[in-house]
T-cell receptor, first 114, second 113 residues
Framework: KAGVTQTPRYLIKTRGQQVTLSCSPI?????VSWYQQTPGQGLQFLFE???????NKGNFPGRFSGRQFSNSRSEMNVSTLELGDSALYLC?????????????FGPGTRLLVL | SQQGEEDPQALSIQEGENATMNCSYK?????LQWYRQNSGRGLVHLIL?????REKHSGRLRVTLDTSKKSSSLLITASRAADTASYFC?????????????FGKGTLLTVNP
């Protein structure tokens, strides 16, 4: 099976802009989670989608949003970008949700905000 | 705050030696997972140990879990230069729909050839 794919791999934006990142999970996986990774804060959970519904959300401002489509592909959007949003954004998929399934990670999208 | 905390933050060893990394957490968990990340890339799942298990093996990896002490350890035996990476523990909270994995800040392992 093909792994988790994320597009784009690299992105440069300026403050105030918005950005949309895309994630295609492993075929058959219905859960997609998003994480932000920075040197200072480490890996932080953003949100999880399962069957097009947001199941859980981390402690991020409302500028961070996401959605999941019927084919399980997911997008996350960050509006009004700030310098601190520069990070590696990782998407992970799993077969089911609840109880802590093994996560399969994509390669990430590295976002630089100038 | 982060649920899991790895110790040490960095570890440097020679090829062929064993590497031990520890993880402590604060609340009850469904399971604990270990992941590896090569520089700036996605994470790779290594092993999952459930709260009712005490030890698990996978190839050169051995994981232990002590729920009374809320701690876990990852042992990599006969290390290789290719094991150089950051290693993260992640805890999955108990409770059905309120699931999420919470990661520690990781241990950077350097294996010198």
């Amino acid at each position: 099976k093909a792994g988790v794919t994320q597009t784009p791999r690299y992105l440069i934006k300026t403050r105030g802009q918005q950005v949309t990142l895309s994630c295609s999970p492993i075929s058959g996986h219905r859960s997609v989670s998003w994480y932000q990774q920075t040197p200072g804060q480490g890996l932080q959970f953003l949100f999880e989608y399962f069957s097009e519904t947001q199941r859980n959300k981390g402690n991020f401002p409302g500028r961070f949003s996401g959605r999941q489509f019927s084919n399980s592909r997911s997008e996350m959007n960050v509006s009004t970008l700030e310098l601190g949003d520069s990070a590696l954004y990782l998407c992970a998929s799993s077969l089911l949700t609840g109880g802590g399934e093994t996560q399969y990670f994509g390669p990430g999208t590295r976002l630089l905000v100038l | 705050s982060q649920q899991g905390e790895e110790d040490p933050q960095a570890l440097s060893i020679q090829e062929g030696e064993n590497a031990t990394m520890n993880c402590s957490y604060k609340t009850s968990i469904n399971n604990l997972q270990w992941y590896r990340q090569n520089s700036g890339r996605g994470l790779v799942h290594l092993i999952l140990i459930r709260s009712n298990e005490r030890e698990k093996h996978s190839g050169r990896l051995r994981v232990t879990l002590d729920t009374s002490k809320k701690s876990s350890s990852l042992l990599i035996t006969a290390s290789r230069a290719a094991d150089t990476a950051s290693y993260f523990c992640a805890t999955a909270y108990s409770g059905g729909s309120n699931y999420k994995l919470t990661f520690g800040k990781g241990t950077l392992l350097t294996v010198n050839p």
